[in-house]
């Protein structure tokens, strides 16, 4: 499984292949026709309360990633979805709308996605 993360403000690039929205809320300012959607897996995004709880203050990172964790084990359904698509699409970019590419949805969903893809390996070679 192989994707990266992109801002929705970036430029469309050639190289995005797949282009997967993985927000609730759709993005301002953004048409359908300018983000060249392959994809929108909103139920993969964090709660609407956990979202509001987190505000993106860096200081609750930390336990916003715990917290979006255990929500993704307890909904595996979106996780299964998106990871289909990004099996059907082996060049995928996933699209997030938040400005801290560092403390947002995105960085925690792309560890948990490469770390569950790992798992499922290992699984499959025992």
Not at 23 to 46: F, M, N, Y
């Given at each position: 499984?192989?994707?990266?993360?992109?801002?929705?403000?970036?430029?469309?690039?050639?190289?995005?292949?797949a282009?997967?929205?993985?927000?609730?809320?759709?993005?301002?300012?953004?048409?359908?026709?300018?983000?060249?959607?392959?994809?929108?897996?909103?139920?993969?995004?964090?709660?609407?309360?956990?979202?509001?709880?987190?505000?993106?203050?860096?200081?609750?990172?930390d336990?916003?990633?715990?917290?979006?964790?255990?929500?993704?084990?307890?909904?595996?359904?979106?996780?299964?979805?998106?990871?289909?698509?990004?099996?059907?699409?082996?060049?995928?970019?996933?699209?997030?709308?938040?400005?801290?590419?560092?403390?947002?949805?995105?960085?925690v969903?792309?560890?948990?996605?490469?770390?569950?893809?790992?798992?499922?390996?290992?699984?499959?070679?025992?």
């Amino acid at each position: 499984m192989v994707f990266k993360t992109k801002r929705v403000a970036a430029p469309f690039a050639q190289g995005d292949g797949a282009r997967i929205l993985i927000d609730r809320l759709w993005p301002r300012g953004q048409s359908k026709e300018k983000l060249r959607l392959t994809a929108w897996v909103r139920d993969v995004a964090p709660s609407t309360e956990l979202r509001k709880w987190f505000g993106h203050d860096p200081a609750r990172w930390d336990e916003f990633r715990k917290r979006y964790r255990a929500e993704l084990d307890a909904n595996p359904g979106p996780v299964a979805e998106l990871e289909a698509l990004l099996r059907d699409h082996p060049n995928a970019t996933l699209l997030f709308a938040a400005h801290d590419d560092e403390h947002c949805n995105a960085a925690v969903l792309s560890e948990y996605l490469r770390e569950h893809a790992s798992h499922a390996r290992k699984r499959a070679m025992a």
